[in-house]
């Protein structure tokens, strides 16, 4: 399932594509999507952005006040963008034939006044939703990469949990965005060990946590994300932040860090977690 890294990456490469165009109309071609999403025709893109795991498009209708489709990409979500500048096949990747838009796999397209975005779907677990509030749709958990997310709130968070470190990570009503990939690569750059439970780290090792979380969220957007089997940015493009992964992936490899240890897996809450048990105490 994309995590922070790659919907932060798709909002913004749709955001600097679209913004300013106008939604003609909407079709909606999966049963399981509701047609209210029909009620933001008409609008015009204020902005394309991120809110915890959701690509939001806010729709302005002049005075009226803003309206939000919101997508959910799940496990195999895409948004394709096509326009006058090039098309994409409905595996995400450009194509010199034209674009087919006659897979299964499309869910919904909405028709731009400057081209058409395309929401494919092959497992059907993503959503597409209208709504009128931003209240309706707000991540539960704090977003990591917010200006107003502190040590300090990290700290107290923390304290106050009652789970292993690394269930802490993934919780969604807690800090937003992080999965199983991400969490296992802070935890490496922070030295602590999934294995800790929250109630047992020091301050300096929070501080550590904090610092981890937001420069390994923040490295893998300069990436575009991590591919490893669904996930393409809105060029079709897998990500590459694969390649950069310490642990993740690299069970009885050589660390990177101290040179001597393997890296280890263990299944925790029935994922698998990866970690060096030299470099992670």
């Not at 990591?144 to 919780?171: C, I, N």
């Not at 992080?178 to 490496?188: K, Q």
């Not at 990500?239 to 001597?260: H, I, M, N, P, W």
Request: charged share 30%; aromatic share 10%.
């Amino acid at each position: 399932m994309p995590e922070l890294p790659e919907v932060e990456t798709v909002a913004r490469q749709l955001d600097r594509r679209m913004r300013g165009a106008r939604l003609r109309d909407i079709t909606v071609l999966d049963r399981k999507l509701s047609t209210d999403v029909l009620e933001a025709t008409g609008g015009r893109i204020v902005r394309i952005y991120r809110s915890g795991k959701q690509v939001v498009f806010e729709l302005g209708f002049g005075r009226a006040a803003p309206r939000f489709l919101v997508v959910h990409l799940r496990m195999t979500g895409r948004l394709v963008w096509t326009d006058q500048k090039g098309s994409y096949d409905s595996e995400g990747m450009m194509t010199n034939d034209g674009f087919d838009a006659s897979t299964k796999s499309l869910r919904a397209k909405l028709r731009f006044d400057r081209g058409e975005l395309f929401f494919f779907d092959t497992r059907r677990f993503g959503t597409l939703t209208h709504h009128s509030n931003v209240s309706d749709f707000a991540p539960r958990g704090v977003e990591p990469l917010s200006a107003d997310f502190t040590t300090e709130q990290l700290h107290a968070m923390l304290r106050r949990a009652k789970q292993g470190v690394k269930a802490f990570f993934m919780r969604q009503d807690r800090i937003v965005g992080v999965g199983n990939i991400y969490a296992s690569e802070i935890l490496f750059r922070a030295g602590v060990s999934p294995k800790r439970s929250c109630h047992t780290l020091k301050r300096a090792e929070i501080e550590k946590l904090y610092a981890a979380l937001r420069k390994v969220l923040s490295d893998a957007i300069a990436h575009s994300g991590t591919t490893f089997s669904d996930y393409r940015d809105s060029h079709g493009k897998s990500g590459s932040y694969q390649f950069r992964l310490a642990v993740y992936d690299r069970q009885d490899e050589t660390c990177r860090k101290c040179r001597q240890a393997k890296i280890r897996r263990i299944v925790q809450q029935q994922r698998s977690t990866y970690f060096c048990p030299t470099c992670q105490r």
